[in-house]
Nanobody
Framework: QVQLVESGGGLVQPGGSLRLSCTATGFTFSNHAMRWHRQAPGKERELVAGIGSAGGSTIYADSVKGRFTISRDNAKNTVYLQMNSLKPEDTAVYYC??????????????WGQGTQVTVSS
C-alpha cells in the first residue's frame, strides 16, 4: 500500500523556520522524483519545490527561492523541505508528491494527506 506521510507543520512567527518531512512506503522511493506543493485557502495548488530521484537536481518556485531547500534521504525513504524566513503568504497546506514516468509512459503519481503550515504573529 502506497503511503506518503507528512509531518513538521505547525504555527510559526514571521521570520521563523520549519522543516517538513515526508516518509514514503509501498513503492520504490529512490526511483521517483519528489515534490512539495502547497494550497492556500481560496487559491490553486502550486508547486513549491522538486528534487530528482538521485537528489542531484532541484527546482523551486520563484516565491521561495533562497528561503526553502528541498532534500532527500533515499536510505530513509524521506524527503524534506527546510523553510526559512517564513512569511504570512507561505501559510498553506503543504503536500508531498512522488512522481515517476517510465519508458512506456506509465505514470506513478502519489500524494500525501498534507500538513498545515501557518505563519502568523
Amino acid at each position: 500500500q502506497v503511503q506518503l506521510v507528512e509531518s513538521g507543520g505547525g504555527l510559526v512567527q514571521p521570520g521563523g523556520s520549519l522543516r517538513l518531512s515526508c516518509t514514503a512506503t509501498g513503492f520504490t522511493f529512490s526511483n521517483h522524483a519528489m515534490r512539495w506543493h502547497r494550497q492556500a485557502p481560496g487559491k490553486e495548488r502550486e508547486l513549491v519545490a522538486g528534487i530528482g530521484s538521485a537528489g542531484g537536481s532541484t527546482i523551486y518556485a520563484d516565491s521561495v527561492k533562497g528561503r526553502f531547500t528541498i532534500s532527500r534521504d533515499n536510505a530513509k525513504n524521506t524527503v524534506y523541505l527546510q523553510m526559512n524566513s517564513l512569511k504570512p503568504e507561505d501559510t498553506a497546506v503543504y503536500y508531498c508528491n512522488a512522481l515517476r514516468i517510465d519508458g512506456r509512459g506509465t505514470v506513478n503519481d502519489y500524494w500525501g494527506q498534507g500538513t498545515q503550515v501557518t505563519v502568523s504573529s
